[in-house]
């Protein structure tokens, strides 16, 4: 069973940072590819950093030079190091694994960036 559980969010002010966790279970961890999202109020669910199996990345135009993916495979971990934090950062964040055709979520963290 597929499990991915994020941590790591909360309240910071703006031009700060933050960095999220997410532990996944159940895969070959090493073998995918993983992402972050996340879902502001109002908005869509936009897909903000993704590292592959091999460790390559990408981001959004968004967060580009401010956001940072990183994986460890030992810990079946990824985290999102999030700095020069904007209140348009505010947002839920969400891991994600796609397997085959599924895409696997976890219950999201909070980040909200307001003085």
């Known amino acids: 069973q597929v499990q991915l559980v994020e941590s790591g969010g909360g309240l910071v002010q703006p031009g700060g940072s933050l960095r999220l966790s997410c532990a996944a279970t159940g895969i070959m961890f090493a073998t995918y590819g993983m992402g972050w999202y996340r879902q502001g109020p109002g908005k869509q669910r936009e897909l903000v950093a993704g590292?592959?199996?091999?460790?390559?990345?990408n981001y959004a135009d968004s967060v580009k030079g401010r956001f940072t993916i990183s994986r460890d495979n030992a810990k079946n971990t990824v985290y999102l190091q999030m700095n020069s934090l904007k209140p348009e950062d505010t947002a839920v964040y969400y891991c994600?694994?796609?397997?085959?055709?599924?895409?696997?979520w976890g219950q999201g963290t909070q980040v909200t960036v307001s003085s």
């Open positions: 994600n694994v796609r397997i085959v055709w599924v895409n696997y």
């Open positions: 590292v592959s199996g091999g460790g390559s990345t």
